[in-house]
């Protein structure tokens, strides 16, 4: 199971950065073909459609690896011990929420079936829709693995360094 978490850990970075290129990229052709007076039509649905799933995996790869915008005035002066039980809870707030992000996604996905995009006919927008319940769902298990990282270290009494993995093990 490790092997496999390990394997689409892998994928979804690289799905997330070729996106952001390809988006990036995509909005500028765009951009100048306006400007020649061609314009792409299907740029800028193409171009939500990549948004969408690159800021929920990207938002993933960012909580896997620790770096979400954190202010530590205040939790840095706490003891490490309460600094992990911080954690905790911080962690099952997000949890509860991406629960709710998946509760509402799968129905709003459900109900965008029919819609398609108006530059790409038969393309659905429940393919952009699907990324809200994915994408929370990957950051679900990424935050119930962090709680658990987290509890280890509490019950083992191991200090966790900054830049620690998910499963422990340091980036």
Not at 10 to 38: C, D
Not at 56 to 68: Q, T
């Amino acid at each position: 199971m490790k092997k496999f978490y390990k394997f689409l850990c892998a994928q979804e970075m690289h799905i997330a950065k070729y996106s952001l290129g390809l988006l990036s990229l995509l909005v500028f052709v765009a951009a100048v073909a306006r400007s020649l007076h061609y314009p792409l039509n299907w740029a800028m649905d193409a171009a939500t459609f990549l948004f969408a799933w690159t800021v929920f995996l990207g938002a993933d790869a960012a909580m896997r690896l620790d770096r979400l915008f954190c202010i530590e005035v205040i939790t840095g002066r706490l003891s490490p011990k309460a600094q992990l039980y911080l954690q905790i809870i911080n962690y099952s707030i997000i949890a509860v929420f991406l629960l709710g992000m998946i509760g509402y996604g799968i129905p709003l996905s459900w109900t965008t079936r029919f819609r398609a995009f108006q530059g790409i006919p038969g393309f659905s927008y429940s393919w952009v829709t699907l990324s809200v319940p994915i994408g929370c769902a990957l950051m679900l298990i990424t935050a119930i693995l962090k709680i658990k990282t987290f509890w280890h270290a509490i019950a083992t009494g191991e200090a966790i360094t900054k830049r620690e993995g998910v499963s422990g093990e340091i980036i």
